[in-house]
């Protein structure tokens, strides 16, 4: 069992930045590829970026290539997606969710991950 709790979501201008954490519990966190997706409003939930366990592979959704980062911490059992160059259209609220996968995988489905935590929400103005 795996839970997770994200943070660090807020309200943010254009161009400005965030880092939203997702903390997780449990002593398998790193036997865990992590991800991140997000649902606007009005819209299904959509894959924005996943990392492997290993930390060694990282995949992102186009429309986020270039400004965003993820990145984890084994030790702190803590993923992290850096996003820069924030855009109105990001907003949307942002879920992590863990997958339990092979070594290099990013996961990009939703099917393929099995804890998802609650969300934080992220607002971009114009």
């Known amino acids: 069992q795996v839970q997770l709790v994200e943070s660090g979501g807020g309200l943010v201008q254009a161009g400005g930045s965030l880092r939203l954490s997702c903390a997780a519990s449990?002593?398998?966190?790193?036997?865990?590829?992590m991800g991140w997706f997000r649902r606007a409003p009005g819209k299904d939930r959509e894959f924005v970026s996943a990392i492997s366990w290993s930390g060694g592979s990282t995949y992102y959704a186009d429309s986020v290539k270039g400004r965003f980062t993820i990145s984890r911490d084994n030790a702190k059992n803590t993923v992290y997606l850096q996003m820069n160059s924030l855009k109105p259209e990001d907003t949307a609220v942002y879920y992590c969710?863990?997958?339990?996968?092979?070594?290099?995988?990013?996961?990009?489905?939703?099917?393929?991950?099995?804890?998802w935590g609650q969300g934080t929400q992220v607002t971009v103005s114009s």
């Open positions: 449990g002593r398998t966190f790193s036997s865990y590829a």
């Open positions: 969710a863990a997958s339990w996968t092979t070594a290099w995988a990013t996961p990009t489905g939703e099917h393929e991950y099995v804890y």
